[in-house]
């Protein structure tokens, strides 16, 4: 892997490149990274798009929690891509056990290079990540994967305290109704809205943390001389986890391609 791809890599985990080897273990209890697949599966469900041929393409999708669940909740076609080899490797696993492997497919790639070569999906994912830019310019490379009538699903945040956010997660945050105007620029319809509620957010975050929390204790024992990288990444999951809380509203959006 190129060191390029590899300091992103790590950036979208928020961890330096020595600590990439234990990404897997340190997040070996987390599922859903960076998406509400619940959130995602309630807004394509009640469109009504018929089992079997529609196609879905999820662009950083981890581990495959919502391409997995799309498969196999709602029978669509699925091709899930990601940068990280070990959560790709991961995702086809899960698929072959769960018995869904013929409406999956998992792609080690830069998302980059995939929005440069698929195009008339009827549904593409984009869950929290950094790699295509502020909102506008994310909607810009996005809907073109998808055919017109097509749908963009977006989870992201936006500001609720407009002071500047100390974060690069989320540099590209902008007031809700800022938001709403980079989501909607291209002429889209935005059909609708999921915002978390903050307790929730809360919740979730506590528990992944102490899960992480976790792993890191074990991972320093059986690596001593890893132990202050490994404590320092999961201060650095609190911190972000309280910026999460207090300043952001993390929220799902759907939108139809004009």
Same mark, same amino acid.
């Given at each position: 892997?190129?060191?390029?791809?590899?300091?992103?890599?790590?950036?979208?985990?928020?961890?330096?490149?020595?600590?990439?080897?234990?990404?897997?273990?340190?997040?070996?209890?987390?599922?859903?990274?960076?998406?509400?697949?619940?959130?995602?599966?309630?807004?394509?469900?009640?469109?009504?798009?018929?089992?079997?041929?529609?196609?879905?393409?999820?662009?950083?999708?981890?581990?495959?929690?919502?391409?997995?669940?799309?498969?196999?909740?709602?029978?669509?076609?699925?091709?899930?891509?990601?940068?990280?080899?070990?959560?790709?490797?991961?995702?086809?696993?899960?698929?072959?056990?769960?018995?869904?492997?013929?409406?999956?497919?998992?792609?080690?790639?830069?998302?980059?290079?995939?929005?440069?070569?698929?195009?008339?999906?009827?549904?593409?994912?984009?869950?929290?990540?950094?790699?295509?830019?502020?909102?506008?310019?994310?909607? @810009?490379? =996005? *809907?073109?994967?998808?055919? #017109?009538?097509?749908? %963009?699903?977006?989870? $992201?945040?936006?500001? +609720?305290?407009?002071?500047?956010?100390?974060?690069?997660?989320?540099?590209?945050?902008?007031?809700?109704?800022?938001?709403?105007?980079?989501?909607?620029?291209?002429?889209? @319809?935005? =059909? *609708?809205?999921?915002?978390? #509620?903050?307790?929730? %957010?809360?919740?979730? $975050?506590?528990?992944? +943390?102490?899960?992480?929390?976790?792993?890191?204790?074990?991972?320093?024992?059986?690596?001593?001389?890893?132990?202050?990288?490994?404590?320092?990444?999961?201060?650095?999951?609190?911190?972000?986890?309280?910026?999460?809380?207090?300043?952001?509203?993390?929220?799902?959006?759907?939108?139809?391609?004009?």
């Amino acid at each position: 892997m190129e060191e390029r791809q590899q300091q992103e890599i790590a950036q979208a985990f928020d961890a330096t490149p020595e600590l990439l080897p234990f990404i897997p273990e340190l997040l070996a209890d987390l599922w859903e990274l960076g998406g509400s697949v619940e959130v995602v599966v309630d807004l394509l469900r009640p469109l009504g798009l018929p089992a079997e041929t529609t196609r879905i393409l999820d662009l950083g999708c981890g581990k495959g929690a919502a391409v997995l669940t799309l498969a196999k909740e709602l029978g669509f076609q699925a091709l899930g891509v990601d940068l990280f080899d070990p959560f790709v490797q991961e995702a086809r696993e899960c698929a072959e056990e769960m018995g869904i492997a013929s409406r999956c497919q998992f792609v080690c790639e830069d998302i980059r290079n995939t929005l440069l070569e698929v195009r008339d999906y009827d549904v593409v994912i984009y869950a929290s990540v950094m790699a295509l830019g502020r909102l506008d310019e994310c909607v @810009a490379n =996005l *809907r073109q994967c998808v055919h #017109p009538g097509g749908y %963009v699903v977006i989870d $992201n945040a936006f500001l +609720t305290d407009p002071r500047e956010v100390e974060s690069p997660w989320y540099e590209h945050c902008a007031t809700h109704q800022e938001t709403i105007r980079r989501l909607t620029s291209h002429g889209d @319809a935005l =059909l *609708r809205e999921v915002t978390i #509620p903050a307790e929730e %957010v809360k919740a979730l $975050n506590r528990k992944y +943390t102490e899960l992480i929390h976790r792993r890191a204790a074990k991972l320093a024992k059986l690596h001593p001389e890893h132990a202050d990288s490994l404590y320092g990444y999961v201060e650095k999951q609190e911190r972000e986890s309280e910026i999460m809380e207090t300043t952001v509203t993390s929220a799902v959006w759907l939108l139809q391609r004009h």
